[in-house]
Nanobody, 126 residues
Framework: QVQLVESGGGLVQAGGSLRLSCEVS????????MGWYRQGPGKQRELVAA?????????NYGDSVKGRFTISRDIAIHTAYLQMNSLKPEDTAVYYC??????????????????WGQGTQVTVSS
């Protein structure tokens, strides 16, 4: 079994920055991809960013965050990060960490991953 625990959400003013963390525990070596999705009020869950845990560290980003957000991972401590800069009010959402056994999901962009965290709220005020 795999558990994902997010941290780092909160309230920030527009233009500010936040960094989210997601730590994997349990069957950590079964995970080959990690990602971040978000779901705003009345909206569908959408891809924010995803990255493989293989040597190529291939990443994929949602169009609305390209150039502002950066995903990274520290395999030694089984943790993925999402650095969010130039935040906008429309970035307000619950952010979910996801993990999957296949690295291929990174390129797919769909929210059908094997494991999910509980979510962390990010609120950007104008």
């Amino acid at each position: 079994q795999v558990q994902l625990v997010e941290s780092g959400g909160g309230l920030v003013q527009a233009g500010g920055s936040l960094r989210l963390s997601c730590e994997v525990s349990g069957s950590i070596y079964s995970i080959n991809a990690m990602g971040w999705y978000r779901q705003g009020p009345g909206k569908q869950r959408e891809l924010v960013a995803a990255i493989t845990l293989t040597s190529d560290a291939s990443a994929n980003y949602g169009d609305s965050v390209k150039g502002r957000f950066t995903i990274s991972r520290d395999i030694a401590i089984h943790t993925a990060y999402l650095q969010m800069n130039s935040l906008k009010p429309e970035d307000t959402a619950v952010y979910y960490c996801a993990g999957d056994r296949s690295p291929d999901v990174v390129s797919y962009g769909h929210p059908e991953w094997d494991y999910w965290g509980q979510g962390t709220q990010v609120t950007v005020s104008s």
